[in-house]
DNA sequence: ACAAAAGTGTTTTGGGTACACCCATGT
DNA sequence: ACATGGGTGTACCCAAAACACTTTTGT
């Protein structure tokens, strides 16, 4: 029952009717960005630029996460990122909604209809060699994403109700942040995720007392203010000391 | 793609590689239960009694939360039950970790993989004509479940730690209580989800903070004690006053 | 009268929040 | 010397938690 569909340039069994959508967040110079791809549309006889989330069918004999690993790798380059689950989207007619939408991707469907499975996932910008994608994708910023196609406004929008959920109750920050950093990074990292601030003497307080926080025996160089004592996370700790009900709120 | 299989006596257009399973929560006499069903399994030459989930295929034209509400509907005969989907289960081998459940579960796929949307529900068992499950379901004990076909244990245990989250913050113990309750019964049901006790009167202090529990001008009849105030719940006031981080911890 | 659950206040403790100044480094 | 972010402590308020007795009804 699995489909040959093409898949870039490879005929690859797929199952017919579920697909992964990514919503891959990126953390750029303090800001919290989104990666959409851009389509050209036929639409009344001229093409319209579209965008949309980057997604992927269910190849026959892998799970979902491995589909969405798939779909990381294919977009930024990267192995080995976290991604998580966090909605299905079953709208019979939720590829329907703009008939030329539609029209687009129809030949690309086994089905007329499918049902996606929606992805977050995290990275961090300066990770991805954006030069290889620059042509077809986009780091929206994650406080301004424009139209989608399809449902991918609603998939976002529950991608990031589940991000900031995430972010409170497990260590994900860690995800964003590079091997050591600063207290600072970490919590401009909170910030641009919140959008809010936090004070800094109430925000060390509690960050503080996270035992899983190993602060090292190194400062930042070149910097031209007082250096930052560098931090790193210890994930045993975490393991091992993480209560029921953990609480990463800051 | 879609596949005409057999769905009882009826020939039904259904998807191939997609199914909704149900975890259904029942309340009864202050104990959790879990609608399990009963099927006989051929198992060298004998015949074993195993237990698994309700679900079902996806049809056509429904979406999910219409397959999960058939279900709801097929178990317990009630309609119009809040169902919630929580996780997807896609491991290509989930449905074959056991041989004999496998060449048991074959005939009925239209493929060899299905991956399954998990989907929690909760309802009052003294809500459902139990008479007519009786012979292949069973209400099993939320703190004692047996072991289940396939990954289905996998799905119960995530059923539960999602239906503990929601109900710290939805309000969803109100599906479970009466039109009118008393403190107590409300109470007793927190007790039962998170199998712990509270202290009565700082239990009554934080509920009393919710402007959405209206005290009625109406007591408890019929009971060989001082009858308790009855409550309802205000759905209007909860969505008009309700605020981003919303608590309902007791 | 008694059994059974309803209903009610106070104290202690810890966490959240608000708030301002000196320090170390590079230029 | 100055600009820049790093780093620190205290006071107030409120919520969580621990704890025991009186009230009202049915039998």
Redesign the interface.
């Known amino acids: 029952?699995?489909?040959k569909l093409s898949d870039g340039n490879n005929l690859i069994e797929t199952?017919?009717?579920?697909s992964v959508d990514c919503v891959i967040f990126g953390y750029d110079e303090n800001k919290l960005k989104v990666l959409v791809r851009r389509e050209f549309i036929p639409y009344n006889g001229e093409v319209h630029e579209e965008w949309k989330l980057p997604g992927n069918h269910?190849r026959?004999?892998?799970?979902?996460?491995h589909t969405a690993s798939r779909i990381l790798k294919e977009q930024t380059g990267l192995e080995n990122i976290f991604v998580k689950?966090f909605?299905?989207f079953?709208?019979?007619d939720r590829l329907k909604r703009n008939a030329y939408d539609y029209e687009w991707v129809k030949p690309r469907l086994?089905?007329?209809?499918v049902?996606t499975?929606g992805f977050y996932s995290l990275i961090n910008v300066s990770d991805v060699d954006n030069s290889t994608l620059i042509e077809v994708a986009n780091w929206a910023d994650a406080y301004e994403i424009k139209d989608l196609m399809f449902d991918h406004n609603d998939i976002f929008d529950e991608a990031f109700k589940k991000l900031r959920y995430d972010l409170l109750h497990e260590p994900l920050v860690f995800e964003l942040l590079p091997e050591k950093f600063t207290l600072t990074q970490m919590q401009k990292l909170y910030e641009a995720i919140f959008n809010t601030t936090y004070d800094k003497r109430n925000y060390r307080r509690k960050v503080n007392k996270m035992a899983y926080l190993i602060p090292l025996d190194e400062i930042q160089t070149g910097v031209s203010h007082k250096p930052a004592r560098l931090y790193s996370f210890d994930r045993d700790i975490y393991e091992n000391t993480r209560t029921e009900r953990f609480d990463f709120r800051v």
């Open positions: 029952m699995a489909n199952l017919p009717s579920i269910v026959k004999n892998e799970d979902i996460d689950q909605m299905v079953s709208d019979p086994a089905d007329e209809r049902i499975v």
